[in-house]
């Protein structure tokens, strides 16, 4: 665990330790003072996955202390969710339900183990989030707090007690704390995978969030006309090089990223059934994790066997859909890695894409270990494995089941 720092000057009267996840948003910055009347000692936590900047953690380390926190720590875990997640998001190819790179399960789980580990350094056993009672997170959360402590309490008041965001305003102007009306209106979860928007249109299956709301992805209207080419190189699945240029993790994430939103690519919605069971919907940005999905899905087709990309394309969606529902400490999550794993070692070449409004057009590839060689053969041509009357013979027995099985249908 990185640790940036630890703040304990507030001096309130000692009670049973709880830890918080804390963002400084509304839920959270409700939680500190509703749980300090309860007779808890808060010590606040943030977990920063790539959403906030050195001037954003300082703000949310103040915000806590005003609020009358206990103690803060705030703990870097970027390198940890790109080498835990990111990578393999990108060699699974996954997209929930074919449009979102599961941005926040990954982040969620890391900010529960790290905050687990705070808590067992801390001696503390009382663990408390700001999920609702409607959405994954209170999943994500609890799954991986019991899943990395032996025992534990799991505080979720907004949860357990049915807050609504509404009691939750009037009850911190109580304290004297205001809430942008921006933060009523939309919840936003900023982070090295993308950002996710909900809220009002998004509680129905028609309409987009403001073009405003959106922090970074350029509009179609405003995106240059003329596209982009960018390289994307990799090494056994793992992306290493934008246009020549080695780069190292968040380097390349990063370079990818904004090249991508000036081109208005990466925004998307997405429509799907929750963990609980019921529908719901959020809008999001995901430029660099949209890009490099594409380009290894692309150099895969190139370098892969038909049976390993259909088996490692189904098992890629397991393995997503466990990580995105909170279950990743299954160990099947495990089993499917090592065969994602495996599938990577010829995943190594470019890829040149191109962005131009909004779209990713997949302009090539070039590996040594392409099976698209033109000395074997080339499609619709010629090739140096068989001949016509070989081909002509495959023809006929090619499929001949399912021809004798149509015509016994038609008797």
Same mark, same amino acid.
Request: proline share 3%; glycine share 10%.
């Given at each position: ?53 050195? @001037? #954003?953690?300082? %703000?949310? +380390? !103040?915000?806590?202390?005003? $609020?009358?926190?206990? =103690?803060? *720590? ?85 949860? @357990? #007690?049915?807050? %609504?965001? +509404? !009691?939750?305003?009037?009850? $911190?102007?109580?304290? =004297?704390? *205001? ?233």
């Amino acid at each position: 665990m990185s640790e940036i720092s630890t703040d304990t000057t507030n001096s309130v009267t000692p009670g049973k330790k709880v830890i918080l996840a804390f963002s400084g948003g509304l839920d959270t910055s409700f939680l500190v003072p509703y749980l300090m009347e309860k007779g808890y000692s808060v010590y606040t936590a943030t977990v920063n996955t790539g959403g906030f900047s050195a @001037d #954003e953690m300082a %703000t949310i +380390a !103040q915000k806590s202390k005003d $609020l009358g926190a206990y =103690g803060h *720590t705030a703990i870097d875990a970027v390198s940890e969710l790109y080498n835990d997640f990111v990578v393999k998001i990108i060699q699974a190819n996954y997209l929930r339900g074919g449009v979102y790179p599961a941005c926040v399960g990954p982040e969620r789980i890391i900010a529960a183990k790290k905050i687990a580990e705070l808590a067992l350094q801390m001696g503390i056993s009382v663990v408390a989030h700001g999920s609702t009672g409607a959405g994954n997170d209170q999943v994500r959360f609890d799954l991986a707090l019991r899943a990395t402590m032996e025992s534990v309490e799991i505080l979720a008041p907004i949860r @357990d #007690e049915g807050f %609504t965001r +509404a !009691q939750e305003v009037e009850y $911190l102007k109580t304290k =004297g704390v *205001t809430i942008p009306q921006k933060n009523l209106d939309y919840s936003i979860n900023v982070g090295v995978l993308g950002t996710t928007i909900g809220g009002k249109e998004t509680k129905t299956p028609l309409g987009l969030v403001p073009d405003e709301i959106y922090p970074n992805v350029a509009t179609i209207a405003s995106a240059p006309e003329v596209g982009e080419e960018i390289v994307i190189g990799f090494e056994k699945g793992i992306a290493v090089s934008v246009n020549g240029v080695a780069m190292d993790d968040l380097e390349l994430i990063d370079a990818v990223k904004i090249v991508a939103q000036k081109h208005g690519v990466g925004r998307g919605a997405h429509l799907g059934t929750t963990i609980l069971g019921i529908k719901g919907r959020i809008v999001f940005e995901a430029a660099a994790l949209r890009v490099l999905i594409e380009a290894h899905k692309e150099l895969e087709k190139s370098v892969l066997t038909s049976k390993q990309i259909f088996w490692k394309d189904h098992l890629g969606v397991v393995w997503g859909d466990s990580v995105h529902e909170g279950l990743y400490f299954d160990p099947v999550v495990a089993d499917i890695e090592a065969m994602i794993l495996s599938s990577q070692k010829t995943v190594t070449g470019e890829v040149i894409v191109r962005l131009q409004k909004g779209n990713i057009i997949v302009v090539g590839s070039k590996s040594a270990y392409s099976l698209m060689d033109s000395a074997f053969a080339s499609y619709g041509e010629e090739n140096s494995f068989w001949n016509g009357r070989d081909a002509q013979g495959f023809s006929k027995i090619y499929g001949l089941e399912g021809i004798i099985a149509h015509k016994k249908h038609q008797l």
